[in-house]
Every structure is written in C-alpha cells, then in structure tokens.
Nanobody
Framework: QAQLVASGGGSVQPGGSLRLSCAAAEYIVSSNCMGWFRQVPGKEREGVAAIDGFANTRYADSVKGRFTISRDNAENTLYLHMNSLIPEDTAMYYC????????????????????WGQGTQVTVSS
C-alpha cells in the first residue's frame, strides 16, 4: 500500500517560515496529482496546494503568495514551503495524492484523496 509520510512541522512565530516534506513510498510523485491539505479540530479540511504531473500548481486563496508547492522527482518527495506564516495557518497538515486523471485542485484533493498519510502539526503563535 502506498504511504505518504509528512514531516517538518513545528512551532513558529508569526512571520516565520517552515518547509514541510512528504516522502512517498510506492507512489510516484512526478506523475500523479500531489498536494497538501490542512485541518483544525472541529473544522472541515481545507485544501492548501496541489501540483499535477505537468508541474502546474494551484493554491487556496488564503495561502497564495506565501506558500509554494514543489517536488523532487529524483527523491520522490513533495514539499510545501511556507513563508509569512500567520496564526490562521495553525493546523495539522497532510500530504495527499490523487490519480493523474482527477482534476488536480487543492479543494478537490482535500475532499476525497486517494491516498494520504499521517499529518505534521504546524503552530503559529507569538
């Protein structure tokens, strides 16, 4: 069974930066829709960013200009670079994947991901 292992979360002050990583075992990062969603207890999942097999990227309006999704095909790893973090970014972050024939958008990926792994906690506070 494919596994996605997220890491890199932590506690930062507002304005700080973090880089999340997602190591994919048995799931090809380069050819599938890959992305990140986040969830706060008691709230619905929120799609954050997605990247398709052609390296097209899409972002939620709430993170545009601050977050960047990327991947390292050689390492089969997905990244989320988060800058100018604000308290509203506090959540558990999950990486997820969908087949290449699914529309690759973060909101769609968050609703029904084919594969996702354990999350990594991001806390932004002063």
């Amino acid at each position: 069974q494919a596994q996605l292992v997220a890491s890199g979360g932590g506690s930062v002050q507002p304005g700080g930066s973090l880089r999340l990583s997602c190591a994919a075992a048995e799931y090809i990062v380069s050819s599938n829709c890959m992305g990140w969603f986040r969830q706060v207890p008691g709230k619905e999942r929120e799609g954050v960013a997605a990247i398709d097999g052609f390296a097209n990227t899409r972002y939620a309006d709430s993170v545009k200009g601050r977050f960047t999704i990327s991947r390292d095909n050689a390492e089969n790893t997905l990244y989320l670079h988060m800058n100018s973090l604000i308290p509203e970014d506090t959540a558990m972050y999950y990486c997820a994947a969908d087949p290449p024939y699914v529309t690759c958008r973060p909101d769609i990926l968050a609703r029904t991901p084919r594969v996702w792994g354990q999350g990594t906690q991001v806390t932004v506070s002063s």
